[in-house]
Nanobody, 121 residues
Framework: QVQLVESGGGLVQPGGSLRLACTVSGSIGRILNMGWYRQAPGKQHELVAVITPGGNTDYSDSVKGRFTISRDNAKNMLYLQMSGLKPEDTADYYC???????????????WGQGTQVTVSS
């Protein structure tokens, strides 16, 4: 069993910064691609950023240049540094990871429960 738990959400003023973290725990053999997604009220789930095990990253156009995704493979942690936050960044943010558990030949996709980010003055 694998669990993903996000932390770091909250209320921030426009132009401010927040750092989200995601802890992956359980019977972890190997963590493959990891990513952050978000869902704003009344909108579709959208990809924010992804990172490969080797550290290659990709971002949605809406956050490029403002958000930075990173990971600590030794600690099984995923991060999202958000700066220059805008009201349209308000959403629930979800951690996602492809995890190969011990003894399993293939990876399964897991989600965290989400953390709320509100950007408002």
């Amino acid at each position: 069993q694998v669990q993903l738990v996000e932390s770091g959400g909250g209320l921030v003023q426009p132009g401010g910064s927040l750092r989200l973290a995601c802890t992956v725990s359980g019977s972890i053999g190997r963590i493959l691609n990891m990513g952050w997604y978000r869902q704003a009220p009344g909108k579709q789930h959208e990809l924010v950023a992804v990172i490969t095990p080797g550290g290659n990253t990709d971002y949605s156009d809406s956050v490029k240049g403002r958000f930075t995704i990173s990971r600590d493979n030794a600690k099984n942690m995923l991060y999202l540094q958000m700066s220059g936050l805008k009201p349209e960044d308000t959403a629930d943010y979800y951690c996602n990871a492809d995890v190969q558990t011990f003894g399993s030949p293939r990876a399964l996709n897991y989600w965290g429960q989400g953390t709320q980010v509100t950007v408002s003055s």
